[in-house]
């Protein structure tokens, strides 16, 4: 079915709290990552030489808002046609990133797990199962122009 106004507010509105505690969520999005993917460890560059998640780095947290704004981009952009759309230059972009350090499939069903479980963090008492599923729906579409634009 269509992706819904309400659904796209559940996800910006929670966006929103990601975005005001981000040296806090964005270490639990990393360490949630690597506790199922300890492998991918060695694939991010601000990860590889440090003992655990190190906490005050801004690469890491600028990494992980991208992720969460990208993914509520697409929500918008469900809402509002139907379909994620990656602009040519940033669908590129990801997709040589992506390819270069080889991602896989699991890898991705772990950062969406990472992410729904950050999120969750987030809103606190807000949490429902509707706004986790379209967070999810968000992200499920994203990875696919991703994965798309990596083959
Ligand atoms: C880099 C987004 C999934 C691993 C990046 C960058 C963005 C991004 C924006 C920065 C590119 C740049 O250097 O300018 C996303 C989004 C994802 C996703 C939106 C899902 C929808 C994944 C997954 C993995 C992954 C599943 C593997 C666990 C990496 C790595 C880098 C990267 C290793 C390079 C980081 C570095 O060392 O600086 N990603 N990513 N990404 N991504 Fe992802």
């Known amino acids: 079915g269509a992706f819904t106004e ?4 559940l ?3 929670s966006f929103e709290a990601f975005k005001q505690n981000i040296p806090h969520l964005s270490i639990l999005f990393y360490t949630s990552i690597l506790e ?11 990860l590889k030489d440090s003992d655990g998640v190190p906490h005050d780095n801004p690469k890491l947290k600028a990494h ?6 990208l993914t ?3 929500a918008a952009q469900l809402r509002a046609k ?4 990656l602009p ?3 669908s590129k972009h990801l997709g040589s990133v992506h390819a270069e350090k080889g991602v896989t499939d699991p890898q991705f069903v772990v950062v969406k797990e990472a992410l729904l479980k950050t999120i969750k963090e987030a809103v606190g008492d807000k949490w429902s199962e509707e ?3 379209a967070w999810g729906i968000a992200y499920d579409e994203l990875a696919a122009a991703i994965k798309k634009a990596m083959s």
């Open 64 to 69: 992980a808002e991208k992720v969460f704004e």
């Open 11 to 13: 996800v910006s509105g």
């Open 88 to 90: 040519d230059a940033i």
């Open 72 to 74: 509520r981009d697409s």
């Open 82 to 85: 139907g379909e994620v759309v």
């Open 6 to 9: 309400k659904q796209e507010a």
């Open 36 to 46: 199922k993917a300890p492998a991918a460890k060695g694939l991010f560059s601000f």
């Open 131 to 133: 706004l986790s599923a």
